[in-house]
């Protein structure tokens, strides 16, 4: 018996006996999070509840072709809920903004697939790190609760795969991914051009010169296995870069030919960096990232870092010279 299969009927009482829910994601929305957020939302308003989205942060223009994506955040004033569902969410650290929502409802669900979720409270907990993304858990808990999905939910839950595993890209891709997006596919008529499109090829021209700019400055290391880049304050504040379009150049430092693992540095503010660590296979970035305090899924983690630049470089570089040199 999975975890979730153990749990389901504990949830759906919850569920059943709540009425006021607030369903919340990770901060930085990605299409994981947001795709689990709206097919959750979807069924809980179909079931008469009252229903309040969050995730810190912008939502990307991209998903607006899912339903309630203006939805988040609409409800800052709400200062009871019944039950809290948590989604695609590993540390209460990442809610940002919404970090006192635990504190304002009285019970909590927490569903998700990062390495070891900590949470101080929760009344259920569902962690399947062996899950690509949080959206093949949701679909397996609609499945033991026989929920009749609708072609928004089966549209949000295929975003959420696909954003996960870089469009069935990424080694995370298990039989089961391809199963649900197969009995998504079969149920319903899915954009399925227009959704990858959309997540995996639309570029917006203005991200040209930055892309040049992070192709000129990309640095190897251990032999071409380790790729490093760094977008300095200036360039951040000069193009104005939000983390949607930051998160679209780690590409280029991921797929040159040879590299295994890349380092991306962002420095948000002066002496404050994003770390966004990704790699091939079994190298663990995941342990790297929790070094510094952060975390996410083997291939692909991340932290932040205050400090010198410098010397974030030369902790990376010893942590990954254990694996590569
Ligand atoms: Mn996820």
Redesign the pocket.
């Known amino acids: 018996m999975t975890k979730l299969q153990t749990e389901v009927e504990n949830i759906k009482k919850m569920i059943n006996h709540a009425q006021n829910i607030a369903v919340v994601g ?1 901060h930085n929305p ?1 299409g ?2 947001i795709g ?1 957020c709206v097919a959750m939302s979807l069924w809980l308003e179909s079931k008469s509840k009252n229903v309040a989205i969050f995730a810190d942060g912008d939502i990307p223009e991209k998903f607006s072709y899912m339903p309630k994506v203006q939805e988040f955040n609409a409800h800052p004033e709400i200062e009871h809920f019944d039950l809290l569902i948590v989604l ?1 969410l590993s540390d209460s650290k990442r809610l940002g903004v919404w970090e006192n929502l635990p504190n304002i409802s009285d019970q909590i669900i927490v569903i ?3 390495i070891k979720p900590a949470f101080k409270r929760v009344d259920i907990l569902i962690d399947m790190p062996q899950y ?4 093949e858990i949701i679909f397996e808990l609609f499945e033991l609760l026989k929920v009749k999905l609708t072609i928004e939910m089966a549209t949000a839950l295929y975003t ?1 795969i696909i ?2 595993t870089g469009c069935f890209l990424f080694s995370n891709t298990t039989a089961n991914t391809h199963r649900v997006a197969e009995a998504l596919m079969e149920r319903h008529k899915l954009e399925i051009e227009m959704i990858n499109f959309r997540n995996f090829r639309a570029y917006d021209r203005c991200v040209i010169p930055v892309v040049t700019y992070v192709l000129k400055n990309m640095k190897f290391e251990f032999g071409g296995r380790l790729s490093i880049s760094v977008l300095p304050y200036k360039i951040v504040k000069k193009w104005n870069l939000n983390y949607e379009s930051r998160h679209g150049l780690f590409k280029y430092a991921t797929d040159a030919n040879g590299v295994i693992s890349s380092i991306f540095i962002t420095e948000l503010a002066k002496g404050e960096f994003n770390v966004s660590l990704r790699s091939l296979g079994d190298i663990d970035v995941a342990k790297i990232a929790q070094k510094l305090n952060g975390g996410g ?1 083997r291939n692909a983690s991340g932290a932040t870092y205050k400090g010198q630049l410098k010397d974030l470089k030369q902790i990376l570089i010893a942590e990954f010279a254990k694996v590569l040199a």
Do not use: I, L, N
Not at 132 to 135: I, L, T
């Open positions: 990770h990605d994981d999070c689990c695609d998700d697939h990062h690509a993304s949080c959206g959420s954003c996960d899924h």
